[in-house]
Structure formats: structure tokens, C-alpha cells
């Protein structure tokens, strides 16, 4: 079991550019969540999804897209990309819109330079 | 979002026990405790979770208060791989299950 799989590893974008970061989650796992985490502080929500549609959505502005497939794996879109977006990015899934536990991934470091 | 309250860090001497506590006194009642534990440089791993019971797992032993308003995450021996920020988290159907990161507690190993 490969568990969460995330891609690229380390990303350096310029201002203004746009990204997209992918997930692949465990096996037998179907709910994608994203997360932001800043250097020092703990990961901050962006957006979960399930079923192909997204569920829930933390305080994040619309540059902040996201997609699920078919097949459970999920991108990351940030558009006009800021200096404060620099960030360690990281997947969580978990089976269902439960309560259980979630898997992350080892995260896509960006760097807004 | 709910609230849990951790201390900013703690030590622990190598090959003895830690137990880490956590307040959480708006705890409803189909609330989920969670702990996941974040080592330098990788994603949070989870390492226990729990609604009423004590609950026992490889990695740790998850203590909850019959009143469910604190927790404490006990591992029985502590080894310099255990250092990491240690998160504990509610997760329930009223923050539609996401989990909300708080500052958690740093945990310092010494040999």
C-alpha cells in the first residue's frame, strides 16, 4: 500500500503564476482533504472533497481550486500566485465522510519567489 | 470550530513514559478525540483516536475523562523518534468532519 502520494515534492513558482499540485490517496480511500501550512504553525483546511464535488471549504479565497476524479486523486489549483502563499501543501484522505482516521502525505513544498 | 487547549511543549527523558494532555471542554457529544503527531519535515501521522473509551493502539494509549472534556495521549516509552509537535484534534459531524489544527504541543525527547 503506497498511501498518500503527493507530486511534485518541491515547487518554485513566480509571482502571479499559477500551480497545481496532485494527490493521489490511500487505497480504498475516497475523501481528499487539502491543507496550507506556513512555516511554524499547524496546518490550516482549504478545501475537502467527496464524491467528486466539494463538501466543505475552509477561509480560503477563490485563487484556491480544487478537483476530485473518478478515481479518488485530486489537484490543487492557486492562481495569481502571492508571496505568502509559499507554503508546505499537504493531502489528507480518509474513507467516507467519517470520523475515522486520515492518512497525509509527505506534502509539496512551494516557494513564491 | 472546536476548541482543544494543549500545552506549547513538553520533555521527556528517553525510555520514560509521557503523558501529553489536552482540554476540550466543548466537546459535544458525537464528537471524535484525535491525536495526530507531526515529526520534522513529513506530514501529520496519525496516532490514535477515540469517543468514549480508552483506547490502546501500537503506536500510543489514548486516556479520555468520563466527562469527555479532557484527554491525555500517554506513550509508555518515549524514544528520540517520538520528538515531534503532537496535535490533538475533535473531528465530528459538526465541523463536517475536517480536522482544525490548533498550535499543538512540542515534545522534546532527551537521552
Known amino acids: 500500500d503506497a498511501g498518500v502520494t503527493q507530486s511534485p515534492t518541491h515547487l518554485i513558482k513566480t509571482r502571479g503564476q499559477q500551480v497545481t499540485l496532485r494527490c493521489s490517496p490511500k487505497?480504498?480511500?475516497?475523501?481528499v482533504s487539502w491543507y496550507q501550512q506556513a512555516l511554524g504553525q499547524g496546518p490550516q483546511f482549504i478545501f475537502q472533497y467527496y464524491e467528486e464535488e466539494e463538501r466543505q471549504r475552509g477561509n480560503f479565497p477563490d485563487r484556491f481550486s480544487g478537483h476530485q476524479f473518478p478515481n479518488y486523486s485530486s489537484e490543487l489549483n492557486v492562481n495569481a500566485l502571492l508571496l505568502g502563499d509559499s507554503a508546505l501543501y499537504l493531502c489528507?484522505?480518509?474513507?467516507?465522510?467519517?470520523?475515522?482516521?486520515?492518512?497525509f502525505g509527505q506534502g509539496t513544498r512551494l516557494t513564491v519567489v | 470550530d472546536a476548541k482543544t487547549t494543549q500545552p506549547n511543549s513538553m520533555e521527556s527523558n528517553e525510555e520514560e513514559p509521557v503523558h501529553l494532555p489536552c482540554n476540550h471542554s466543548?466537546?459535544?457529544?458525537?464528537?471524535?478525540i484525535h491525536w495526530y503527531r507531526q515529526l520534522p519535515s513529513q506530514g501529520p501521522e496519525y496516532v490514535i483516536h477515540?469517543?468514549?473509551s480508552n483506547v490502546n493502539n501500537r503506536m500510543a494509549s489514548l486516556a479520555i475523562a468520563e466527562d469527555r472534556k479532557s484527554s491525555t495521549l500517554i506513550l509508555h516509552r518515549a524514544t528520540l523518534r517520538d520528538a515531534a509537535v503532537y496535535y490533538c484534534i475533535l473531528r465530528g459531524m459538526e465541523y463536517g468532519n475536517k480536522l482544525v489544527f490548533g498550535a499543538g504541543t512540542i515534545l522534546r525527547v532527551k537521552s
Open positions: 477515540g469517543l468514549t
Open positions: 487505497s480504498g480511500h475516497d475523501t
Open positions: 466543548t466537546i459535544s457529544g458525537t464528537d471524535y
Open positions: 489528507a484522505s480518509s474513507f467516507g465522510y467519517s470520523r475515522t482516521e486520515a492518512f
